[in-house]
């Protein structure tokens, strides 16, 4: 039983082929290495899962660079994913340290053929009798990429003092119920829009995006305003949607779901 050096220390060449999946809930980081004898998961991620066994006998794992690692535990014939895609392998715990789980020859066995894209990063491989595409992670910009770099800084010291038109004030003034500041949730209405969903889907595991530090503070200060004046209130759903800031002309953040921008 053999491992590849990149697979133990996470070191990446240009044909580093890296996907993203999970396993019972957890993400998992996945490297695509023919180098490796066998399909492996790390021992921190095989701590928090179910299903473990003891291998009958040690297994030897011989590393690339000389080196030689024990396995005592395996997972067998596991179900996990890729991007909705649902696999079973027999996985064996090694002390990983960059990637969650090794897919080895063993699994590219029994996959192939297959078609790879190094330099796009996906795999084309028969699933039940059908062609799919796992694309992997894109370390690198493709050609002819344009990248605009902005710098996002804090403005409340700086408000705009425009002097609102007069026909404006008017239907201000006319309807001023309807744009009053919220103080509570909308009531209930004849029809409430929900999203539908097929039946027996699950929430897709995903890992959270992380913003900057200026629109990480604005968006937990205007969730903590809108928790305390009631016009949001906690959810126990097991689905969630990413939050955008889109600046104003007077220097304000507005808070935007990305599910209203869908619906819209």
């Not at 660079?65 to 395996?74: A, K, R």
Request: aromatic share 8%; charged share 15%; proline share 6%.
């Amino acid at each position: 039983m053999a491992i590849s050096e990149a697979a133990v220390i996470g070191k990446e060449t240009y044909r580093t082929l890296k996907l993203q999946g999970n396993i019972q809930g957890t993400d998992l980081l996945i490297l695509v290495d023919s180098g490796s004898s066998h399909s492996f998961i790390s021992t921190t991620v095989a701590s928090a899962l179910h299903g473990i066994s003891s291998v009958l006998h040690p297994l030897k794992v011989q590393v690339a660079n000389g080196s030689v690692l024990e396995c005592q535990q395996e997972l067998v014939n596991t179900e996990w994913a890729i991007q909705g895609f649902v696999f079973h392998s027999t996985l064996k715990v090694l002390p990983l340290i960059t990637y969650d789980l090794i897919l080895g020859m063993d699994w590219l066995e029994e996959f192939s053929p297959m078609k790879i894209h190094w330099s796009q990063k996906w795999l084309s491989i028969c699933y039940h009798g059908n062609p799919i595409i796992l694309q992997g992670l894109v370390t690198e910009f493709p050609t002819c990429t344009l990248i605009e770099l902005a710098q996002i800084t804090a403005e409340t010291d700086k408000i705009l003092d425009t002097p609102i038109p007069a026909v404006i004030q008017s239907v201000l003034s006319k309807f001023e119920s309807v744009f009053v500041e919220p103080s509570g949730l909308t009531p209930p209405r004849a029809c409430d829009h929900h999203i539908p969903l097929i039946p027996g889907a699950r929430p897709i595991q995903i890992r959270p995006y992380r913003y900057a530090p200026v629109l990480k503070d604005e968006i937990e200060k205007q969730i903590t305003e809108m928790l305390q004046s009631g016009v949001i209130q906690p959810s126990s759903s097991a689905f969630s949607s990413p939050v955008l800031l889109v600046k104003k002309k007077d220097g304000t953040w507005r808070f935007v779901l990305i599910t209203d921008i869908l619906m819209l």
